[in-house]
């Protein structure tokens, strides 16, 4: 849990879902249409097969879609990283402590490889699934990775439903969102909302952030779940909300589909997650800092320090420079940087265009491998 502010709280745990109402699924009634002349039997016998309802979207998904228990055992002072859920605590009396916290997966290929938050598994000593038809799998971790707060499990299973995969990138805002996971333990629930917008940055929830903002309810147990569109493919994973009273309050976010899929196969294939890093910390300029800070560059990332003989220092940046362009990458925000620099991977020459002060500097920096964020 992140404290934003005195009583606004960034929830980054057991959390997803979606805003609005719960989706309801409307069946057409059996029987023949009604007519003035036939009493039909109530109200329910006017619907029909063609009122809208999204049940064929949701069966595409829900299958796939997991109820993730991760235990911990505690044998000395408490561990604050898992997050734990209410009436989830057992052990008998006297035994090493353990508690067990609740969050959602996604089944991502048929032989057992599951995706969710790295959040929802951390510093767990076991971990099980429990799929929508009520199959248990006992789960192994293959890997996380902390800058986009997702990991991979592995069950020992053949056969298994997959999510299918929808486009992130051609989201719009005001598209159908519906998130599908396990809110409080109730068992697997749909709900429905939209997109509210795309690519939300520098909220401070993990180090690479390109949100999907959506009014879909998001509540504890629903972390690490599908965020899906009107196709019933998914388009994120359902990560953090931002509330005041510690539940729901339609703000929420999604790892968009298009990173969290290229995380996956990492993490499938390596155990980790590579990226670039040259040693850099700053802020995306606004007009507003631009003017406080009598900026020449009306976009771009203002540095604020360098790690000494990091790849920006050995590059000649300095506090006060403002990096416009990477390679033939316009660079407007942090995240843009971060993007850049990390997807180049490590040992990578990048040339980068800098303002300092009303002068125009070409500079080249190698990127090093970017080190874990600190826990």
Same mark, same amino acid.
């Given at each position: 849990?992140?404290?934003?502010?005195?009583?606004?709280?960034?929830?980054?745990?057991?959390?997803?879902?979606?805003? %609005?109402?719960?989706?309801? *699924?409307?069946?057409?009634?059996?029987?023949?249409?009604?007519?003035?002349? !036939?009493?039909?039997?109530?109200?329910?016998?006017?619907?029909?097969?063609?009122? #809208?309802?999204?049940?064929?979207?949701? =069966?595409?998904?829900?299958?796939?879609?997991?109820? @993730?228990?991760? +235990?911990? +055992? $505690?044998?000395?002072?408490?561990?604050?990283?898992?997050?734990?859920?209410?009436?989830? !605590?057992?052990?008998?009396?006297?035994?090493?402590?353990?508690?067990?916290?609740?969050? /959602?997966?996604?089944?991502?290929? #048929?032989?057992?490889?599951?995706?969710?938050?790295?959040?929802?598994?951390?510093?767990?000593?076991?971990?099980?699934?429990?799929?929508?038809?009520?199959?248990?799998?006992?789960?192994? *971790?293959?890997?996380?990775?902390?800058?986009?707060?997702?990991?991979?499990?592995?069950?020992?299973?053949? %056969?298994?439903?997959?999510?299918?995969?929808?486009? /992130?990138?051609?989201?719009?805002?005001?598209?159908?969102?519906?998130? @599908?996971?396990?809110?409080?333990?109730?068992?697997?629930?749909?709900?429905?909302?939209?997109?509210?917008?795309?690519?939300?940055?520098? *909220?401070?929830?993990?180090?690479?952030? /390109?949100?999907?903002?959506?009014?879909?309810?998001?509540?504890?147990?629903?972390?690490?779940?599908?965020?899906?569109?009107? &196709?019933?493919?998914? @388009?994120?994973?359902?990560?953090?909300?931002?509330?005041?009273?510690?539940?729901?309050?339609?703000?929420?976010?999604?790892?968009? =589909? $298009? @990173?969290?899929?290229?995380?996956? !196969?990492?993490?499938?294939?390596?155990?980790?997650?590579?990226?670039?890093?040259?040693?850099? =910390?700053?802020?995306?300029?606004?007009?507003?800092?631009?003017?406080?800070?009598?900026?020449?560059?009306?976009?771009?990332?203002?540095?604020? =320090?360098?790690?000494?003989?990091?790849?920006?220092? &050995?590059?000649?940046?300095?506090?006060?420079?403002?990096?416009?362009?990477?390679?033939?990458?316009?660079?407007?925000?942090? &995240?843009?940087?971060?993007?850049?620099?990390?997807?180049?991977?490590?040992?990578?020459?990048?040339?980068?265009?800098?303002?300092?002060? /009303?002068?125009?500097?070409?500079?080249?920096?190698?990127?090093? +491998?970017?080190? #874990?964020?600190?826990?």
């Amino acid at each position: 849990m992140i404290q934003t502010g005195p009583t606004t709280l960034l929830i980054a745990a057991l959390i997803g879902g979606a805003a %609005g109402s719960a989706l309801t *699924l409307l069946l057409a009634p059996p029987g023949s249409d009604p007519s003035p002349h !036939h009493d039909t039997g109530g109200a329910a016998a006017h619907l029909r097969d063609d009122m #809208p309802s999204f049940a064929r979207a949701v =069966s595409r998904v829900a299958p796939a879609v997991v109820s @993730i228990f991760a +235990t911990q +055992t $505690e044998h000395g002072p408490p561990r604050p990283t898992l997050p734990t859920y209410p009436g989830l !605590h057992h052990g008998p009396p006297g035994a090493a402590a353990s508690r067990t916290g609740l969050g /959602s997966g996604v089944i991502l290929s #048929p032989d057992g490889f599951i995706l969710t938050n790295r959040h929802v598994v951390q510093n767990a000593d076991r971990i099980r699934a429990v799929l929508a038809d009520g199959r248990s799998l006992e789960l192994a *971790l293959v890997g996380v990775d902390a800058d986009t707060d997702l990991a991979v499990l592995k069950a020992d299973a053949q %056969g298994l439903p997959v999510a299918p995969i929808g486009n /992130s990138r051609s989201l719009r805002v005001g598209d159908l969102a519906l998130a @599908i996971g396990n809110p409080f333990g109730v068992g697997q629930t749909v709900t429905m909302g939209i997109v509210g917008a795309t690519g939300r940055g520098e *909220l401070g929830i993990t180090d690479i952030e /390109s949100f999907i903002q959506t009014d879909a309810a998001i509540n504890p147990g629903n972390s690490g779940g599908a965020l899906a569109n009107a &196709q019933g493919e998914l @388009i994120g994973i359902n990560t953090a909300i931002f509330t005041e009273t510690g539940t729901a309050q339609g703000i929420g976010f999604a790892i968009p =589909s $298009e @990173i969290a899929i290229d995380v996956a !196969h990492a993490l499938a294939s390596q155990g980790q997650v590579t990226r670039g890093w040259i040693g850099l =910390s700053g802020r995306s300029v606004t007009p507003e800092l631009a003017e406080s800070f009598g900026l020449r560059a009306g976009h771009g990332v203002l540095v604020a =320090s360098t790690l000494r003989d990091g790849p920006a220092a &050995q590059a000649g940046l300095r506090p006060g420079d403002v990096v416009t362009r990477i390679d033939d990458r316009d660079v407007a925000t942090v &995240q843009d940087l971060l993007d850049a620099v990390a997807g180049a991977g490590p040992h990578a020459a990048l040339s980068l265009e800098v303002w300092r002060g /009303s002068e125009r500097i070409f500079t080249r920096a190698t990127t090093d +491998t970017r080190p #874990p964020p600190a826990e």
